[in-house]
């Protein structure tokens, strides 16, 4: 039996991209695998593959180049000389909290003596910057807000905020309105004439920007020494903001993602340090892997629970005991959530059985709890193919949900739902990204929804299924050596627009097999022509293979 699937429909990248590449002298200190990773990823030239193993955080982009930059930056100076209220508002995904406790920590690093921190509830309030907290943050005499990762789209709130006196500078990353909010500064690296190219950040990275241009200006007026403030201590927040928001590896994420994996490894953060230790993570390097699959669930399991302790908490903690204890929490609200995520993924695949419709999937169920509907439509998703629509039901009448599109579809969720709000003016919001974004409806309007949603994917032409698996280059067990691993290791982090390497290995033998929790397996291989072996994993329900670097000599 052959590792390998049907080697028709699998190309490499490599074999597309080699003709009319770099000679072999360019790259002679690369082992010959990691030369065709590379010129298969499009790497063109030496100083260029030089600049990718060497990035330096003195080659990142100017802040200033972003639009209302500067005027964020004057009116927090302001802040800073007569010592106001400043409160730094964020959403409450990993990526607004891990903002938060990057822009709150430098602000007061900086020397602001009066910084509050404030978020919306994932269930109680929703997603949003809401005019209720506004108002109260108003009678706390706050005077200037500024958003992070949240507020491109809230209008209204931003409005009643001038209304109350105080100034809101909006930091986000999400695709604005027709209409921006009439804030004091909008600092949106995708709003309309904003030429920094940093559209690639996260909510958090552009706080990151923020803070380093407000550096600069409190260092110009004389107001700060400039050791003030090592803004690599807040590299570790913008390291697991960056790999959780599933923003693009490249250019300045991904200098700032390597630094700030270093950072993370080193955290004097209580409540970050306890929960890698309690993971088993501390004292090793941690790859973005580790960051995504392993450290960050934990912590988001807290804001889609809301049962006592919340993200934030883990972030700005400085007590060690505290802190341990409070990871006793995160694991036991974990533990809470992967049980409710497998039953409300049991009952979305039940219910595919007897789903009609062929082009996407919607489900709402009162055991669909609001806090994971997204990982349930990232289950079925992957499952199906199918853009997804999963809905949790309130006793108060509405269906809050969350929906998700397959990797590598080139089409928007939010085109789709705005499509279908036009025929049937069902949703009562929605928004987010492309590939995820939320909704929310009233119960009853569910077939109304369906039926406009249907009509939509329905009025388009067929999005032909992928019919190849693109590898980076063919290779040999002979090749898995430690010299190898090591130059793999270096050209990490791995994320979204820059992948995990694919290789690919022909005619492996497979000599034997043990089935794992979850449906995975793990399996001994051997090339029948080097003898050589080694351990691979197949991941359920995936029908590609991990091979492990573990080799040996038969």
């Known amino acids: 039996m052959s590792l390998s699937h049907q080697q028709s429909n699998w190309r490499s990248r490599y074999a597309m991209a080699v003709d009319g590449q770099l000679d072999d002298n360019e790259l002679k200190d690369y082992p010959v695998l990691i030369q065709k990773f590379l010129l298969g990823r499009g790497f063109k030239g030496p100083a260029e593959i030089q600049n990718f193993f060497q990035s ?36 409450f995904d990993l990526d607004g909290t891990s903002g938060l406790a990057l822009l709150t920590d430098g602000l007061r690093q900086l020397g602001f003596k009066n910084v509050f921190m404030a978020q919306p509830r994932r269930l109680s309030d929703g997603y949003g910057f809401h005019a209720h907290i506004v108002e109260e943050l108003a009678r706390q005499g706050v005077s200037c807000i500024v958003t992070v990762d949240v507020g491109i789209t809230a209008n209204q709130a931003v409005a009643t905020a001038g209304e109350l006196g105080i100034d809101v500078i909006v ?96 955290t004097k953060r209580p409540g970050l340090k306890s929960l890698l230790e309690a993971l088993g993570m501390s004292g090793r390097p941690l790859t973005s892997q580790d960051v995504a699959i ?67 999937v919607f489900f709402a169920s009162r055991n669909f709890h609001r806090g994971i509907v997204g990982l349930i439509a990232t289950k079925v998703c992957q499952q199906t193919g199918l853009p997804t629509f999963i809905g949790s039901i309130s006793d108060e009448g509405t269906i809050t949900g969350s929906a998700r599109l397959p990797n590598g579809r080139a089409e928007s969720l939010l085109t789709a739902m705005q499509a279908s709000q036009t025929e049937s003016e069902t949703l009562l ?117 991990a091979l492990v670097a573990k080799t040996q000599q038969h």
């Not at 003195?58 to 100076?77: G, I, N, T, Y």
């Not at 550096?215 to 697991?240: Q, W």
């Not at 700005?316 to 036991?332: G, I, N, W």
Request: charge should be negative; hydrophobic fraction near 40%; aromatic fraction near 8%.
């Open 294 to 360: 392993r450290f960050a669930p934990k912590l988001n399991a807290l804001s889609r629970m809301e049962m006592g302790v919340m993200p934030i908490d883990l972030y700005v903690v400085d007590d060690e005991t505290l802190a341990a204890q409070m990871v006793k929490t995160v694991l036991k609200n974990n533990s809470t959530r992967v049980q409710l995520q497998g039953e409300g993924e049991g009952e979305a695949i039940e219910r595919l059985k007897t789903w009609p419709h062929t082009q996407f």
């Open 429 to 545: 919001r929605f928004g987010g990204h492309d590939a995820a974004a939320g909704f929310e409806l009233e119960v009853g309007k569910e077939e109304a929804f369906v039926a406009a949603l249907a009509k939509y994917y329905e009025s388009r032409e067929s999005i032909p299924t992928k019919s190849e698996v693109l590898f980076d280059a063919p290779a040999e067990l002979s090749e898995m050596t430690d010299n190898f691993m090591r130059w793999l290791d270096s050209m990490g982090p791995f994320g979204a627009s820059f992948a995990i390497p694919t290789f690919c290995f022909q005619n492996l033998l497979i000599k034997d097999v043990i089935s794992l929790k979850g449906g995975h397996l793990k399996l001994s291989v051997m090339d029948p022509q080097s003898l050589k072996t080694a351990e691979a994993l197949s991941f359920s329900p995936s029908t590609d293979w």
């Open 171 to 266: 930091t986000d990353h999400h695709q604005p309105g027709e209409i921006l909010p009439p804030g004091f500064a909008v600092v949106n690296p995708n709003q309309a004439g904003d030429t920094s190219g940093l559209g690639y950040l996260c909510g958090a990275g552009v706080a990151f920007y923020l803070l380093r241009a407000l550096k600069r200006g409190l260092i110009n007026k004389n107001l700060i020494a400039e050791t003030t403030l090592d803004l690599r201590s807040v590299l570790d927040c913008f390291c697991i903001a960056t790999l959780t928001d599933m923003v693009p590896l490249i250019g300045d994420n991904r200098s700032l993602v390597k630094q700030g994996l270093q950072q993370l490894e080193k």
């Open 56 to 91: 330096k955080l003195s080659d990142l982009k100017e802040p200033l180049l972003m639009k209302d930059m500067d005027k964020a930056v004057s009116r927090l100076v302001q802040a800073f000389e007569k010592q106001e209220k400043v409160c730094v508002y964020a959403d």
